[in-house]
T-cell receptor
């Protein structure tokens, strides 16, 4: 059974600092997704990572995937208040269907001035 | 192009009532899914479909029913609502394996 663990679950950062959110998963996978959710809102797609060593960057966020270590990271550079949100990683098991995403519990990020 | 549309946005049900949450997408996506989101639990898969006429169960299917008679629509039926089904429900869709998965705005359901 595929399990996905994120840490930390809560993260309070100061503006301008860097930090990393970790996403570990328990069985082989070749597809990993990162989402952002603001309170009371839907999930916004951030990154789709499809292969070992994949790295994608958008603004102050950079995501990477190491399928051998079963680990993805979401790195935040020089945080700003607008990045405050909950971030989820989600994984599809190797050979599994795109319709069957397994989510981590989410990391609630708060960026303070 | 409206994306993924869910209705209703808010609903209050009495225990034992039945209802259907509607989900429609206009992007010709093959894959559609229903998730529920509860505090501290993340999102959990209820049912999913890989194309018209094909559905499968997810992690928490009990008490829910789905069908996929067209590519566009994937309704979720609550057969006999229970307070444990109070949650936020999200519908998602994607074109094919490895593509971006898009989520609807959510449906807030309270069962009293």
């Amino acid at each position: 059974e595929l399990k996905v663990e994120q840490n930390p679950l809560f993260l309070s950062m100061q503006e301008g600092k860097n930090y990393t959110i970790y996403c570990n998963y328990s069985t082989t996978s070749d597809r990993l997704y990162w989402y952002r959710q603001d309170p009371g809102k839907s999930l916004e797609s951030l990154f789709v990572l499809l292969s070992n060593g994949a790295v994608k960057q958008e603004g102050r966020l950079m995501a990477s995937l190491d399928t051998k270590a079963r680990l993805s990271t979401l790195h935040i550079t020089a945080a700003v208040h607008d990045l405050s949100a909950t971030y989820f990683c989600a994984v599809v098991a190797l050979g599994g269907s795109q319709g069957n995403l397994i989510f981590g519990k989410g990391t609630k990020l708060s960026v303070k001035p | 192009n409206a994306g993924v549309t869910q209705t209703p946005k808010f609903q209050v049900l009495k225990t034992g009532q039945s209802m259907t949450l509607q989900c429609a997408q206009d992007m010709n996506h093959e894959y559609m899914s229903w998730y529920r989101q509860d505090p501290g639990m993340g999102l959990r898969l209820i049912h999913y479909s890989v194309g018209a006429g094909i559905t499968d169960q997810g992690e928490v299917p009990n008490g829910y029913n789905v069908s996929r008679s067209t590519t566009e629509d994937f309704p979720l039926r609550l057969l006999s609502a229970a307070p444990s089904q109070t949650s936020v429900y999200f519908c998602a869709s994607s074109l094919s394996e490895g593509n971006t998965i898009y989520f609807g705005e959510g449906s807030w359901l309270t069962v009293v």
